[in-house]
């Protein structure tokens, strides 16, 4: 089966009090970060510019932030996760060496085959988690497809 055809099998990880990296701050790390605080991972970001709500985050105390451009070899070996989402595609690369020699599991944002994992759209519900993923060839149509999912759980709470 080629590539990418392939399905993604959804696992489901306690991420609390759990150390995730985020390597850039700009749009894409902003979204991921808000996801990944719902489920209560202690976060550090490491970004030479980020966005102003990913600064109020950290004046909030909510994450931590390193304004700064990443530097090979400082990733913490308890990191549970990586993720690489600078747009420069040779910095994610060296990102995704540095996990690979220290066995961190790591998705790189810019190419799906240095991905260990693929980052969800998710919709949270009470005490319920949907985690919807694609094959990875059409990545608007997961995020229409999360979308009406959206509407139609709010479409039920509000019933
Ligand atoms: C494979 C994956 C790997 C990973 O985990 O990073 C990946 C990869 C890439 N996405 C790209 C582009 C876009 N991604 C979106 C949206 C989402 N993409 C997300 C996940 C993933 N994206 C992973 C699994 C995806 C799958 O199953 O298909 C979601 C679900 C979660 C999230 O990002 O938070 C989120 C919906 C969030 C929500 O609704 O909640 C939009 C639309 C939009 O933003 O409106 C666009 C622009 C339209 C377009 O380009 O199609 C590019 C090209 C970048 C470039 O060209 O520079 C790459 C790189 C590549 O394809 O190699
Ligand atoms: N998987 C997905 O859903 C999508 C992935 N992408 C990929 O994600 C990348 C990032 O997208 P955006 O967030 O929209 O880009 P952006 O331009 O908004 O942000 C890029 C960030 O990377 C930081 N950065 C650049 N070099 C750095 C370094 N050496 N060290 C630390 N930080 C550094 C910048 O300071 C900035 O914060 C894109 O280039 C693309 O490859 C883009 C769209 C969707």
Same mark, same amino acid.
């Given at each position: 089966m080629k590539n990418e055809k392939k399905r993604r099998f959804p696992l489901f990880?306690?991420?609390?009090?759990?150390? +995730?990296?985020?390597?850039g701050g700009g749009k894409i790390a902003e979204r991921r970060i808000r996801t990944l605080l719902s489920?209560?991972?202690?976060?550090? +970001? !490491?970004?030479?510019?980020?966005?102003?709500? !990913?600064s109020q985050m950290h004046e909030a105390g909510m994450i931590h932030l390193e304004k700064r451009a990443y530097r090979e070899g400082e990733l913490d070996?308890?990191?549970?996760?990586?993720?690489?989402?600078?747009?420069? %595609?040779? +910095?994610?690369?060296?990102?995704? %060496?540095?996990?690979?020699?220290?066995?961190?599991?790591?998705?790189?944002?810019?190419?799906?085959?240095?991905c260990d994992?693929?980052?969800?759209?998710?919709?949270?519900?009470?005490?319920?988690t949907i985690g919807v993923c694609g094959n990875g060839t059409n990545h608007s149509e997961v995020r229409e497809?999360?979308?009406?999912?959206?509407?139609?759980?709010?479409e039920k709470t509000d019933e």
């Open positions: 990880i306690d991420l609390a009090d759990r150390k +995730v990296i985020v390597i489920f209560e991972a202690c976060i550090k +970001v !490491i970004a030479k510019e980020c966005s102003s709500d !990913i070996d308890d990191a549970v996760m990586v993720l690489a989402i600078t747009d420069d %595609s040779r +910095v994610n690369e060296s990102v995704w %060496s540095e996990c690979k020699r220290k066995n961190i599991i790591v998705n790189v944002a810019s190419n799906q085959e240095l994992f693929f980052f969800p759209a998710v919709l949270l519900q009470d005490e319920i497809k999360a979308d009406l999912l959206r509407k139609l759980l709010k």
